[in-house]
């Protein structure tokens, strides 16, 4: 049951930063601006933060799924974030592309564990899904089994990250885009996402 526990914990997590957002964005803008390298780091450092985040959250799922305000609240700081990591994407348009190797490992290290931190939907996404995954017997909490989800949960962010930094290089070198044309678009993405976000806690939310 415990290998269980860890493949769906792997395999939910890499499903979970499918979806475009401020985490897969990044990590393809560092991959592109600074070199896969750097990607790695930034990944590493924001998956541990997000196995540390998961093992908390799935110990209180229920009472963090129970606190509708606070679920709004996230919504509207995920705006926020989207909004600033667009600027963030503009200003790296703006400026000119440094040699690859001159970027500095803790400005990764930092990154990650920034967004690791201020990471909005990492909590609706485990009350919400961690509480239907144990209601549906998919995963165990006996023992050792959260601490080994939570491992799988990293291990299944790290994986997805790195693949959309190694897209990104691809989609870079494929066609010959510029450092500018790829940041403004991840910009306009994030402003994109700003808009639809905004747009969900206005109209839908309770």
């Known amino acids: 049951m415990l290998l269980l526990t860890f493949l769906v914990a792997v395999v939910v997590n890499f499903l979970g930063y499918i979806p475009l957002g401020n985490i897969n964005l990044t990590s393809m803008q560092i991959s592109i601006n600074k070199g896969l390298k750097q990607a790695v780091i930034f990944a590493v450092s924001f998956s541990v933060i997000e196995a540390i985040f998961t ?5 209180f799922a229920e009472w963090f799924a129970s606190k509708k305000d606070l679920l709004s609240w996230l919504g ?29 490992k803790r400005d990764s290290i930092r990154t990650g564990i920034i967004l690791g931190i201020f990471n909005p939907m990492i909590i609706p996404f485990w009350t919400i899904g961690g509480t239907y995954l144990i209601a549906n017997n998919w995963i165990t909490t006996d023992g050792l089994a959260l601490e080994v989800f939570a491992i799988g949960a990293g291990i299944g962010s790290f994986l997805c990250l790195y693949l959309f930094a190694k897209f990104a290089l691809y989609i870079q070198n494929k066609f010959s885009f510029n450092h500018k044309i790829i940041n403004r678009s991840i910009a306009a993405v994030f ?6 976000q905004i747009s969900k806690e206005l109209l839908f939310s309770n």
């Open 55 to 59: 093992f908390i959250l799935m110990n």
């Open 76 to 104: 509207w700081i995920l705006v926020a974030v989207f909004i600033i990591m667009g600027i963030i994407s503009l200003v790296q348009a703006e400026k000119e592309s440094k040699p690859k190797e001159e970027s500095r």
């Open 191 to 196: 402003f994109g996402l700003a808009i639809f």
